[in-house]
C-alpha cells in the first residue's frame, strides 16, 4: 500500500523493499508469513460457514478466497527466490 501511494502522490517508489537485498529478502518474508496466516484464516472461515449451516451457494466464495491467497503465496514465493537467486 505505501509503495501505491507514494507512487500516486510523488511518482517515488521504496526501492530498498524490491532490489533483493537483506530488507527487500525480510521483507519478502514477512509477506510470505502473514499469507500463510491468512490461507489458514481462510480455511477457519470454511469451518465456521459449514457449522452454521451456510448455504452450498457461497462455496464459489470460499473457494475464490482460497485461491486468491495461493495466488499471493505463490507470486511471493517466486520473489523471494528471485531474490535468493541474484
Do not use: H
Request: proline share 1%; hydrophobic share 60%.
Amino acid at each position: 500500500m505505501a509503495q501505491w501511494v507514494l507512487s500516486l502522490a510523488f511518482g517515488s517508489s521504496l526501492p530498498f523493499l524490491f532490489e533483493g537485498g537483506a530488507i527487500a529478502i525480510g521483507f519478502s518474508l514477512f509477506v510470505i508469513i502473514i499469507a500463510s496466516f491468512t490461507l489458514l484464516l481462510d480455511f477457519d472461515n470454511i469451518d465456521r460457514g459449514v457449522a452454521m449451516g451456510v448455504s452450498e451457494d457461497y462455496e464459489w466464495l470460499f473457494s475464490i478466497g482460497i485461491l486468491a491467497t495461493l495466488v499471493w503465496m505463490y507470486i511471493e514465493f517466486m520473489r523471494l527466490l528471485s531474490y535468493l537467486q541474484d
